[in-house]
């Protein structure tokens, strides 16, 4: 299936400063992601008869020009059952039809399949292009780096449940929500999953090394200077803690930390 991006600039904090809009299929099409109207991303609905608007999740830098596009192609504009008041209060669209992992967009001869991907965002759906085609993935996966993954919205289990899925399916071409197309998918999801299992260990160690606070366990897991991203730091941090807390690892209850069986008081 054809897949066309237009990089579009929005506020946004991923590096570039800039999400990618994509169009899945020629006549007709659907148009994922649609952060903010451009002449660029004009030209490429304009070339196309596009039928149907998605978004990956409802971040603000991914739905920007929903009810524009909207309005202008008179497309079916679908958003993920059960989230549907949170579609409208991101976009100011009512949708016309849902979708959830499973179902199915007809393209004429051509299925666009949609696929669970939550983790970054508790809505977030990645759209495969045609039978063992390339994957549209928003927010699971960048060329370089990593994804954030904070609380309260990140769930990290759900997170790396995605990217096995991901690997599992193993596309030839994984299109992201941000930055360059992603030409190895499969070594670019162990790449991220094993930098995951790394900051995990690094927020237990320090828990089992005495820090006792959120500020605690954030200044020994990070060597790096976190001038600027601080406040991202500090939600995936708490999102490990999160994570580790389910597991019974750690016992978190919001606001202080212990390594399992230390006496600290576990939420309930």
Not at 36 to 51: E, G, I
Request: net charge negative; charged share 30%; proline share 6%.
């Amino acid at each position: 299936m054809n897949v066309v991006s237009s990089a579009v600039s929005v506020p946004t904090r991923a590096p570039g400063g800039e999400t990618n809009a994509y169009l899945l299929g020629e006549e007709p099409s659907v148009l994922v992601d649609p952060a903010a109207r451009t002449d660029a991303l004009d030209a490429l609905v304009a070339a196309r008869s596009v039928d149907h608007i998605v978004v990956t999740h409802t971040h603000p830098d991914h739905v920007g020009a929903v009810a524009a596009y909207a309005a202008e192609t008179d497309a079916t504009v679908w958003a993920r059952y059960g989230r549907t008041e949170r579609f409208r209060e991101a976009t100011g669209v009512d949708p016309d039809r849902q979708l959830r992992p499973g179902t199915t967009i007809g393209l004429g001869d051509e299925r666009v399949r949609v696929l669970d991907a939550p983790g970054h965002a508790p809505d977030h759906l990645a759209f495969e292009a045609g039978e063992d085609g390339p994957i549209v993935c928003g927010d699971c996966a960048v060329r370089e780096g990593s994804v954030v993954v904070g609380a309260p919205e990140g769930d990290l289990r759900a997170y790396l449940t995605t990217l096995r899925r991901l690997r599992a399916i193993d596309p030839p071409t994984l299109y992201p929500g941000h930055g360059p197309v992603i030409e190895t998918p499969r070594e670019t999801l162990e790449r991220l999953i094993a930098h995951r299992n790394r900051r995990e260990r690094r927020v237990l160690e320090a828990v089992e090394d005495g820090a006792r606070t959120l500020p605690d366990v954030l200044e020994a897991a990070y060597e790096k200077d976190l001038s600027g991203v601080r406040d991202l730091a500090r939600a995936t941090v708490r999102a490990h803690l999160e994570k580790l807390a389910v597991e019974d690892r750690v016992e978190w209850n919001g606001e202080d930390v212990a390594a399992t069986g230390s006496g600290a008081t576990r939420s309930r």
